[in-house]
């Protein structure tokens, strides 16, 4: 038996998202169906991390064991040619037993992209969100800082959210302009359900001028998700890396 780890990106607007739904159009269904193809047998799949619906990955990554023998250009081109337009394997490597997507991850990197403009976008309607006016990205900053750090992260969950443990490590909150797009980007040890989505609500008001990055520090002390923002649409997020130890020779990232 043997345990391939995949490189995947994929265009999330028609999945319920990644993980297997009772209805509906699953990325991980999706992948495991191609997969089995190749296989010639029932091949479960298990992702670094779930996204949601409508959110994206330019490096997911994911893993199965397998009886099969193949190449690794074998699986890459015979998985490709089984799945749809909007999903693709970019790698497949044999990694060693231990190996688990999600739970060998060190770290992962969102982005999230805002558009800045009077008049929205036909091209990246499903990539970004439209905002109107400019964003005070200053104040955003400044805002993200005081959420740098290990915290409970309990006021930008989800509700839904199933995680034993609220207890999430920030690492970095990058937040730069290129145009017309603003780039929020996130890394930490792992992410809530709609973390992301809610800490970018939350800086969006800030930087709209309707509360003072202080805020930011007071939504993350009351550990009260209803004290938060809006959350922000799914389409504007992508998963863009997962790191892992060195030892297992590669690490997924996007620039």
């Not at 990644?18 to 298990?46: K, Y």
């Not at 397998?66 to 490709?80: C, D, F, H, P, Q």
Request: proline share 3%.
């Amino acid at each position: 038996m043997a345990r391939i780890a995949l490189g995947l990106e994929y265009d999330g607007t028609e999945f319920v998202g990644w993980q297997t739904q009772r209805s509906g159009r699953s990325i991980q269904d999706t992948i495991a169906q191609a997969v089995s193809v190749v296989a010639n047998e029932t091949v479960p799949i298990f992702g670094a991390g779930r996204t949601d619906a409508g959110v994206h990955a330019a490096c997911q990554v994911a893993h199965f064991d397998t009886s099969a023998v193949r190449t690794k250009r074998e699986w890459t081109l015979g998985i490709n040619s089984s799945l749809p337009d909007d999903i693709v394997v970019h790698w497949a490597n044999e990694v060693d037993d231990e190996f688990d997507a999600r739970r060998s991850a060190l770290l992962r990197r969102y982005r999230y992209l805002i558009m800045e403009r009077e008049t929205r976008s036909a091209l990246l309607r499903h990539r970004t969100w439209w905002l109107r006016k400019k964003l005070d990205n200053n104040s955003m900053i400044s805002a993200a800082s005081r959420l740098m750090g290990e915290h409970d992260f309990s006021a930008f969950r989800a509700s839904s959210c199933q995680s034993y443990s609220p207890i999430r490590r920030l690492v970095s909150v990058e937040i730069n302009r290129v145009g017309d797009l603003l780039h929020l980007e996130f890394t930490a040890n792992a992410f809530l359900q709609h973390m992301v989505r809610n800490l970018v609500g939350v800086l969006a008001e800030i930087g709209s001028g309707k509360a003072s990055p202080n805020w930011a520090e007071e939504v993350l002390n009351s550990r009260d998700r209803t004290k938060g923002g809006v959350t922000a649409p799914p389409q504007g997020l992508s998963l863009i890396g997962v790191t892992y130890p060195d030892r297992y020779g590669f690490s997924s990232s996007f620039d």
